[in-house]
């Protein structure tokens, strides 16, 4: 692909300086083919060393590089410059987590969430000899959820979160039900009720911009609707 001159508005703030948040420019001819990540790369190594930013395995499966792309929440590695079909780019940190420096937000509380859910599989008794065996079919009803990569741009697209940080948020959620929905799991369904409230599965607005976001079309609102079903029918359960 040919080179182009882009235009990169990137998100700066560093509170050890006492410094304002604000936006720098940076100008630089680079190739369409090239990620955004790779661009912020060429800033930080040729215009601006101080910029910082994370990022890991740079093929879309550690998580570490969400941020917001032209106001859309993206992974900046598997985020291509001709994609964007503008020369002016905007460079944001994910909303709903505190900054702590520039692109780089406080992960804490996203992680206090997921591991608020016991994120693993669950046995009773003694382990088996042999491996469980799954079926297709059952496979098949977790299958989107395994491939969550905990990146967090659902967790900063949720507008629940901008207004309760005690909401656990849609990718905590969309895990519980990845473990509740898998034939081996063998948890208390007890577990449930620790999310049958308002900042648990009841407080999810219904609006999908988690699932907008997620890199690996995953559905989290789908998750969330089957523990729904699952608090519901528990609760006719004990009725009947």
């Given at each position: 692909?040919?080179?182009?001159?882009?235009v990169?508005?990137?998100?700066?703030?560093d509170?050890?300086?006492?410094?304002?948040?604000?936006?720098?420019?940076?100008?630089l001819?680079?190739?369409?083919?090239?990620?955004?990540?790779?661009?912020?790369?060429?800033?930080?190594?040729?215009?601006?060393?101080?910029?910082?930013?994370?990022?890991?395995?740079?093929?879309a499966?550690?998580g570490?590089?969400?941020?917001?792309?032209?106001?859309?929440?993206v992974?900046?590695?598997?985020?291509?410059l001709?994609?964007?079909?503008?020369?002016?780019?905007?460079?944001?940190?994910?909303p709903?987590?505190?900054?702590?420096?520039?692109?780089?937000?406080?992960?804490e509380?996203?992680?206090?969430?997921?591991?608020?859910?016991?994120?693993?599989?669950?046995?009773?008794?003694?382990?088996?000899?042999r491996e469980?065996?799954?079926?297709?079919?059952?496979?098949?009803?977790?299958?989107?959820?395994?491939?969550?990569?905990?990146?967090?741009?659902?967790?900063?697209?949720?507008?629940?979160?901008?207004?309760?940080?005690?909401?656990?948020?849609?990718a905590a959620?969309?895990?519980?039900?990845?473990?509740?929905?898998?034939?081996?799991d063998?948890?208390?369904?007890a577990?449930?009720?620790?999310?049958d409230?308002?900042?648990?599965?009841?407080?999810?607005?219904?609006v999908?911009?988690?699932?907008d976001?997620?890199?690996?079309?995953?559905?989290?609102?789908d998750g969330i609707?089957?523990?729904?079903?699952?608090l519901v029918?528990?609760?006719?359960?004990?009725?009947l």
């Amino acid at each position: 692909m040919a080179s182009r001159e882009y235009v990169f508005r990137v998100f700066r703030f560093d509170p050890e300086k006492d410094q304002k948040p604000h936006f720098s420019t940076y100008a630089l001819k680079l190739e369409e083919s090239q990620s955004v990540l790779g661009a912020l790369m060429e800033i930080q190594d040729r215009l601006d060393p101080s910029l910082s930013f994370r990022y890991s395995c740079r093929g879309a499966v550690c998580g570490s590089c969400g941020m917001a792309v032209n106001g859309s929440l993206v992974l900046a590695c598997r985020t291509l410059l001709f994609s964007l079909q503008t020369g002016v780019i905007t460079v944001e940190p994910l909303p709903n987590l505190e900054i702590q420096r520039d692109l780089v937000v406080d992960m804490e509380p996203f992680w206090k969430a997921y591991q608020s859910i016991q994120p693993w599989l669950h046995t009773q008794g003694p382990l088996p000899e042999r491996e469980y065996t799954v079926s297709e079919r059952d496979r098949s009803r977790i299958d989107q959820f395994v491939n969550c990569i905990l990146c967090a741009c659902c967790y900063g697209a949720c507008p629940v979160l901008g207004r309760d940080p005690d909401y656990l948020g849609p990718a905590a959620l969309a895990k519980l039900y990845r473990f509740v929905g898998d034939v081996r799991d063998q948890r208390d369904k007890a577990i449930l009720e620790e999310v049958d409230n308002p900042q648990g599965v009841w407080g999810c607005d219904t609006v999908f911009r988690c699932i907008d976001a997620c890199p690996k079309e995953v559905r989290p609102t789908d998750g969330i609707s089957a523990l729904r079903r699952g608090l519901v029918t528990r609760a006719l359960g004990r009725k009947l």
